[in-house]
């Protein structure tokens, strides 16, 4: 059954590196009958580069932000984004939020953490951020079966500068981004012959530079944005049936909006990428434009939004393909909210979005755009007593060469690959979580999802690191004035799959302490995954055993 499944393997980088952006101050929940007062600390958590998850999005019910990026924005189901360690306080109660962030964390198996960032308001139309980091690993981790130890070396460093200029009613925005991955793939079982000359090493490189135009104030009868840029994406090093060379691509993208009158709104984004390939990479040159009109109402209780997505693609699976773009919010006795919303489009599986799905990979052809032609998903969200949320919801989505991930090797490899592969899938899911807060001193929730995956009867194999349900559990405490501990617990159990062992389930427990040693400044330890399980995460390779984390973090 496993011959019948087309595997692209795939070798993948890194995403861009992320731009500094501007703080937040008080973000009001209405829904959650509660304020807090949070601020941006440059994505203050120790990353894990290996934590890639394969869950749906679930979306909270809101309209659609008119921003820069929203005619873009995907409902993946094959990956859900979720942040593995969060070993920083986060301030529930602050005067004006800092304009500076530095860390430092180390800890067992070579992990080490460092970033720093910075906003500088040059002047009152003048602002500037940047930010560089620097995460990874080196260290050994266990293999399933009889297999030796692997010595897994990973490390990403990366950096950003993002500058604009606010003129009387446009704001002129520029910047560009640096990021370098090195790191090493798995041996296979036993080296086999004609294979003396592979390496093991990969390093990958990624740039981008933009420069955009957008509306602000209340003067000009349109909001706008629009913004271009060149991004490439380079490997160094040579892998089976794939040889060195570059992606690049164009980026444009934008929007521009009107008001019908204070609740009402007519507005179309657009995205355009023109993907070009090093002739050693054997790949088609394409370009896919998506355009997405639509009209909005939103008032104290209802929100709406209809459009459609609508796009267009030269080469590589060409064609005009479109899907819905319904947004229905609408909320009753103060605090309870039903929504119902209709999506899709096209998603562009460009080498970045590939380092999302797994950093391993190495690539037998061209692979095509996946398409959503619907994925419709109802809820309910409520707060029926201060402090207390929940919520309820269930989805149904279809997805035309939809990704999957699966481990092994091909013959002749003497390295374990990723494999890619594309199918049409369906899937319908259905989940329910509840949070409570009181103040700073307890906030928890518990959420649960359920998934039934719909493939060809012969592809059965895709689903085998595809989640069958998930249960999640977070909570931070306070001890003490400046002290809290937190927990976080994350079990996945796994699809079962014909003629193939099933795979093991994730089964992660996290628990940490935070310290505020100075104002300002925190202190904190992570001990990850605490009961030492051996499985393989959803890109493929194995899960980092127990290992630590301990560093400390200043906001200046």
């Not at 530079?209 to 003067?219: C, N, R």
């Not at 590939?354 to 409520?382: C, E």
Request: aromatic letters at 12%; glycine letters at 10%; charged letters at 20%.
């Amino acid at each position: 059954m496993m011959e019948r499944v087309k595997i692209l393997f795939v070798c993948g980088g890194l995403l861009a590196a992320q731009g500094v952006v501007a703080q937040k101050q008080a973000v009001s929940d209405s829904v959650l009958n509660r304020t807090v007062v949070v601020e941006n600390q440059y994505n203050p958590e120790v990353m894990d580069a290996f934590k890639i998850n394969v869950l749906p999005n679930m979306e909270e019910p809101a309209v659609a932000k008119q921003e820069i990026d929203y005619a873009t924005a995907p409902h993946l189901l094959q990956r859900w984004d979720s942040d593995p360690m969060a070993p920083m306080l986060p301030e529930f109660v602050q005067g004006k939020a800092p304009r500076g962030y530095v860390r430092a964390a180390y800890g067992n198996l070579g992990n080490i953490d460092l970033k720093g960032s910075y906003l500088w308001n040059i002047s009152d139309k003048d602002q500037l951020g940047v930010m560089a980091s620097m995460y990874g690993r080196n260290g050994n981790l266990s293999r399933t079966g009889a297999l030796d130890d692997w010595n897994s070396r990973f490390y990403k460093t990366d950096a950003s500068l993002d500058y604009r200029h606010d003129f009387r009613n446009v704001s002129l925005k520029m910047g560009g981004a640096f990021a370098s991955q090195v790191f090493n793939y798995m041996p296979s079982e036993e080296t086999l012959p004609g294979n003396a000359e592979a390496t093991d090493r990969q390093h990958f490189m990624i740039g981008e530079g933009y420069v955009g135009l957008a509306s602000h104030g209340k003067e000009l009868p349109v909001e706008f944005a629009v913004q271009t840029g060149f991004r490439s994406f380079d490997r160094k090093y040579d892998a089976l049936a794939m040889g060195s060379g570059s992606e690049k691509i164009i980026h444009t993208l934008g929007y521009m909006a009107g008001a019908i009158n204070p609740e009402q709104q007519v507005g179309i984004g657009f995205c355009m990428d023109n993907v070009m390939y090093d002739a050693s990479l054997f790949m088609k040159d394409y370009t896919l434009l998506q355009i997405n009109p639509y009209y909005a109402l939103k008032n104290d209780r209802l929100a709406l939004r209809i459009g459609a997505h609508v796009d267009w693609q030269t080469a590589n699976g060409s064609g005009v393909k479109w899907a819905p773009d319904v947004m229905l919010d609408y909320t009753f006795a103060s605090s309870y909210t039903l929504f119902l919303h209709l999506t899709g489009g096209t998603e562009l599986n460009d080498f970045r979005r590939l380092n999302h799905v797994s950093p391993y990979w190495m690539q037998y052809g061209q692979l095509l755009t996946s398409y959503t032609p619907l994925d419709v998903r109802l809820g309910l969200k409520a707060s029926p007593l201060a402090g207390f949320g929940f919520k309820l919801q269930g989805g149904y989505r279809i997805t035309e060469n939809d990704l999957f991930v699966l481990p092994g090797l091909e013959d002749g490899s003497p390295f374990g690959y990723a494999g890619l592969a594309q199918e049409k899938a369906k899937v319908a899911y259905a989940g329910m979580s509840f949070s409570y807060a009181y103040l700073d001193w307890i906030d928890f929730t518990l959420s649960g999802n359920y998934y039934a995956w719909d493939v060809p009867e012969e592809m059965d194999g895709l689903l085998l690191l595809k989640p069958q349900f998930d249960l999640d559990f977070a909570a931070r405490g306070k001890v003490v004035d400046n002290l809290h501990v937190t927990l976080d617990y994350h079990y996945e159990g796994r699809n079962e799959v014909a003629g193939v062992k099933k795979a093991d389930a994730v089964n992660n427990l996290c628990v940490g302490a935070e310290y505020e040693l100075f104002k300002r400044m925190n202190v904190f330890v992570r001990l990850n995954n605490l009961l030492d399980k051996n499985y393989l995460t959803a890109y493929g390779y194995p899960q980092q055993g127990f290992y630590f984390m301990a560093g400390l973090s200043c906001r200046f």
